[in-house]
């Protein structure tokens, strides 16, 4: 295996900081146990009075499902750690727990679904609307692009395999469109969009501002359908997010350019400007950049950190479904803030370095990691090729910077 190799050479073993009580997500009480209810229905009970014993030499952490696992394990430096044993459970829980609930997500351009299981974990689902090998029209703008399923399985083993480790898991699934959101939803605007097509198929709709309406309805072949089942992070009541606007964000407008487009001394100022002017911030966007271009991401507009940690902490890559949508072209605008700051950390550029070699070759790397999904092949052949082409300039960005 190139993955597992990969894990164990040096520059995937830096160790982070010591993780202190302030540098955790959350505080947990260590008596606080997570139980089902026995009789079935699916009421927990969290009491640090439960009646029922523990088994010998475990702690009420052991009672608690993947999914709170997960939540508590985030901290200041990472979403999860690098061998986390509890990765494989929860992409599998995904991928197979039987599902409870499923309404339309609020807001957003697009239609996706959230998913609740019986142990009270919840996954974003977002359905299939195009196939592997269809790419994105040339003359289509990147805000009126679809996003794509298996863009967000793609996205979250590149991010793995890059060792930045901040987007949380997703798991490809097929879902019966009847039994699985049809007949369970409670959402009325839902609700009122399914229909049969004149083949015989079940399909939806949903409401949103983009791909809404019965001419882009989402069909099942009866009524199964493809989707990613993307974790979902601690709701914002719990843990607070802090959602900052990205400085190289594009106009958003079909002719009018963004400043950084027009200014090539434009990262002078942003390094002027909070919160890029001390810590690493900016090296952490430059990264967020490298793995956009890697896959193709124009619409990268905002991103989040948890506000507990303030300005030290990682950001998160949330919303990556716009990736992945050509392989015949390389957006090299997306590399903007790499070209123009001339900045990048030095484990990053000797991890891409290393990613560029034939023992460790990106797309031979991450076809191993998709291999394993349950709607492999995810990636369409072409896309894993462009991935190392995309490699080659990046390192020859780093390469002019240094002549510079």
Known sequence: SKLAALFEHPLYNIPIPEVTEKDKLFIINPMEKFRLHS?????????SKAETLLPTGKTAYDTYPTWLKFHVGINRYELYPRRDPLLPTLLRDLATQRIVSSVQKSGGTQLKLIMTFPNYGQALFKPMKQTR???TPID?????????????????????ILDFRRIPPVSGRLVNITKEIRDITTDKKLAKTFFISPAGNVCFYGECSY????EHALCGKPDRL??????????KT????????????RSYHKSKKAEWELNPNYCAQVRETPPYDRGHRLLDLIDMTILDFLMGNMDRHHYETFEKFGNDTFLLH??????????????????APLQQCCSIKK???????????????????????????????VLAEPHLWALDRRLGKVLAAVGHCLAR
């Open 39 to 47: 009789s079935g229905s699916d009421e927990w009970v969290s009491s």
């Open 133 to 135: 090998d269809q790419e």
């Open 140 to 160: 289509f703008f990147y805000f009126s692009d679809f996003e794509r399923h298996n863009a967000e399985i793609a996205a979250f083993h590149l991010d793995r």
């Open 211 to 214: 791909y809404c309406s019965t």
């Open 226 to 235: 493809e989707g990613s089942m993307a974790a979902l992070l601690p709701d």
């Open 238 to 249: 719990l843990a607070k997010r802090h959602s900052w606007r990205s400085p190289w964000r």
């Open 318 to 335: 949330l919303d990556n479904g716009r990736g992945f949508g050509t392989h015949s072209r390389d957006e090299l605008s997306i590399l």
């Open 347 to 377: 484990s990053t550029y000797l991890r891409l370095q290393l990613l560029a070699t034939q023992p460790y070759r990106l797309s031979d790397l991450l076809r191993e990691a998709l291999a394993a999904d349950p709607l492999a092949p």
